[in-house]
């Protein structure tokens, strides 16, 4: 912990945000403007549920790329920067390759390469999530998760808007080779990054994962799984759902993208500090509250004006969720096996989006996208049994 001290906050800030405003940019795209992508060739929403779940699969092998970033320390260069560099450098290939492939010829050959893209961002995520628990203090804890929800919406933000531009006025492969290059920015700080050196108390210890017998981290992990399906499976239908019914352009997709990262940033930024003062359970109400009502009107939307206020509210509940659950998890994170359970629990979240990915396109091809938004909403109410477990009675915060 010592030689982190020698990277200053606004350096460790700055670097954290950039890898998650990397991965924003890419995950915006599946989450949001891929099924749009992929429209364009003729392919149904059946098939872009399962493309999409097949992509974000690798997000589930988190658990076991966080064991091996705990365990081996890569040719002695450290046990966290070797392996983000070399997932950004996978991410930034593939990202250069999928343009190349047409998904209506090459279905298969298009998802393995979303699936190979997302193997390196989930091996980037998880060791970044390790580096910040090894080298943020406690008192940071909620800061540092507001900067990288942040970062990452911000990513959504930017690039949506501007790839729906590029795509529309330029070309598509344009889009996809600008993605390239933000993955490449934050390397040239990864690479200067001082890793903190491992200290007895924090070698890996194969008791720690016991930490998972605990009905409290059952019940969180739970509540991951939720709201990331609820919130990814509502956000994978919002543009071909304004598509269908206002007929929108794939510029405005993306300034519509733009609109509900702007409130995801929000939502992030803002979180932590509303969760400090109110506490986490209250936020957690809150949060699945607001992402209740936002989805449950989009379904009754007449409007594509109206849909902007509503997206908004979406993204803030996003953000809000994202940014409780993470400072939940990072503060119950046993050190000893700091990369591999944050790692498992949020895969047990991107299990959650996994499976609503497939479930909200299967959904909207056969009950329409309107009543898909409703019974996605209503999933928002399955979190409160779980308050209870979560939160131990008289005990706030876990």
């Not at 040719?75 to 390759?97: D, E, H, K, S, T």
Request: charged share 10%.
């Amino acid at each position: 912990m010592e030689q982190s001290i020698t990277q200053s906050k606004t350096y460790r800030y700055s670097m954290f945000a950039l890898l998650y405003f990397a991965q924003g940019s890419v995950l915006g795209f599946f989450t949001a403007l891929n099924a749009i992508y992929l429209l364009s060739f003729g392919i149904s929403m059946s098939q872009i549920g399962i493309i999409s779940g097949i992509a974000l699969s690798p997000f589930v092998l988190k658990i076991f790329l966080g064991m091996l970033s705990d365990r081996v320390n890569f040719l002695n260069l450290g046990y966290r920067v070797p392996y983000i560099v070399i997932g950004l450098l996978i991410q930034a290939i593939c990202l250069v390759i999928v343009p190349f492939v047409n998904p209506n010829t090459n279905f298969g050959l298009y998802g393995f390469l979303a699936f190979i893209l997302m193997t390196g961002m989930a091996l980037y995520d998880t060791c970044t999530d390790g580096l910040a628990l090894d080298s943020t203090p406690a008192s940071e804890a909620g800061v540092i998760q507001g900067f990288m929800v942040g970062g990452r919406a911000l990513g959504v933000v930017v690039v949506s808007s501007l790839i729906g531009v590029l795509a529309q006025l330029v070309s598509w492969k344009v889009a996809f080779f600008f993605m390239a290059m933000i993955t490449i920015v934050p390397l040239f700080f990864v690479l200067r990054f001082k890793e903190p050196i491992k200290i007895s108390e924090r070698k890996f210890q194969w008791s720690a994962f016991s930490s998972f017998k605990h009905w409290p981290i059952i019940a969180l992990g739970l509540m991951g799984a939720l709201y990331s399906l609820i919130i990814n499976a509502a956000n994978e239908i919002v543009n071909p759902f304004l598509q269908s019914e206002f007929g929108i352009s794939i510029m405005n997709a993306g300034f519509y993208t733009t609109v509900w990262g702007l409130g995801v940033v929000f939502g992030g930024l803002t979180g932590g500090k509303v969760t400090d003062r109110i506490g986490q359970k209250k936020s957690v109400i809150f949060a699945a509250i607001l992402s209740f009502f936002s989805i449950l009107f989009l379904s009754f939307t007449n409007s594509s004006g109206i849909a902007w206020i509503l997206i908004a509210m979406f993204g803030v509940a996003y953000g809000y969720y994202e940014t409780v659950y993470f400072a939940i998890s990072m503060r119950k994170t046993n050190l000893h096996i700091a990369a591999s359970m944050f790692a498992i629990l949020m895969a047990i979240a991107n299990i959650g989006t996994g499976i609503g990915l497939p479930i909200s396109g299967i959904l909207s091809d056969n009950i329409g996208f309107r009543w898909t938004f409703v019974v996605i909403a209503l999933l928002n109410l399955l979190v409160f049994p779980l308050l209870t477990g979560i939160f131990r009675k008289n005990e706030e915060n876990l």
